[in-house]
């Protein structure tokens, strides 16, 4: 294989019609063939209970590998996931900092046993409201800590999710290698998107998607794919972007956020 196709969507937990929801996004599962997509807003039921499990609805019969993760105790838990291709060999959460908010959030990483060696993926959802940008900061400086902590000699790593934050926002910045945010040292993590994608990458777009509409929030690119590379072997090397899930089917969007697909060099020749 030469590049890696990944992907990232938030799917809105269970708001709005989910069952024609849930269609929708398992036909644009389906048409994307992605090796791995990160997922973020996810329900799923405590072991041992009845009620949903949001991934394995939409992995069902497309013979990907899950992964959830969450730090909530209730017995319908929100949280990430990853849906792989290949066998996923670990998976660990962390709870990201919440800056006194009520917020909690989550990091869910994965090791995939990938035909380019172990990939270590990260899908995250940061804080939501405008102005909790301060927030953020505190949450982008842990994820780029544990990112630090995966041994850089393998594939490069991989980050996902709803950033719920522009690309010119110091977070975003900070996660680009452009700003410091008062950590003692930076860390590049290549923007997909900004390096590689067509058109504008609106992700999140109250003006084409009525799910969205329903906000009054502006539109904006908040979803990103960010990979640490490339290497000295060009791995990691974002090849292309581009907004995905971002189109009806049967007069229903999967989401009110549109997701991101990215295709990233493996250094294979």
């Not at 807003?41 to 899950?66: M, S």
């Not at 792989?84 to 917020?103: C, D």
């Not at 800590?145 to 110091?170: H, K, Q, Y």
Request: a negative charge.
């Amino acid at each position: 294989m030469r590049a890696l196709r990944v992907g990232t969507l938030n799917i809105w937990n269970r708001c709005g019609p989910w069952e024609q929801r849930l269609h929708a996004i398992r036909r644009s599962v389906g048409e994307l063939d992605l090796d791995v997509l990160g997922l973020q807003e996810v329900l799923r039921t405590a072991e041992g209970a009845e009620g949903p499990d949001q991934a394995g609805e939409i992995a069902q019969g497309y013979g990907y590998e899950v992964a959830f993760g969450t730090t909530r105790d209730e017995p319908i838990r929100l949280g990430n996931a990853v849906l792989s291709r290949w066998p996923i060999v670990r998976a660990q959460t962390w709870p990201l900092p919440n800056g006194g908010t009520s917020e909690r959030r989550s990091l869910l990483f994965a090791e995939i046993d990938a035909p380019c060696g172990r990939l270590p993926f990260f899908v995250t959802h940061l804080n939501w409201k405008l102005h909790e940008g301060h927030v953020r900061e505190e949450q982008v400086r842990f994820l780029a800590d544990r990112v630090r902590e995966v041994p850089f000699e393998g594939f490069p790593p991989i980050v996902v999710g709803d950033f719920n934050a522009e690309p010119d926002s110091d977070e975003i910045r900070f996660l680009r290698g452009y700003c410091s945010l008062g950590a003692p040292k930076r860390i590049y993590l290549a923007d997909c998107f900004a390096v590689a994608g067509e058109g504008q990458g609106i992700t999140f777009s109250p003006r084409t998607n009525p799910f969205a509409a329903e906000t009054n929030e502006p539109e904006r690119r908040i979803d990103y794919v960010f990979v640490r590379g490339p290497d000295s072997r060009v791995r990691g090397k974002p090849l292309s972007a581009r907004v995905a899930f971002d189109r009806a089917i049967g007069g229903m969007f999967p989401s009110d956020h549109y997701g991101v697909v990215a295709e990233i060099s493996t250094g294979s020749s």
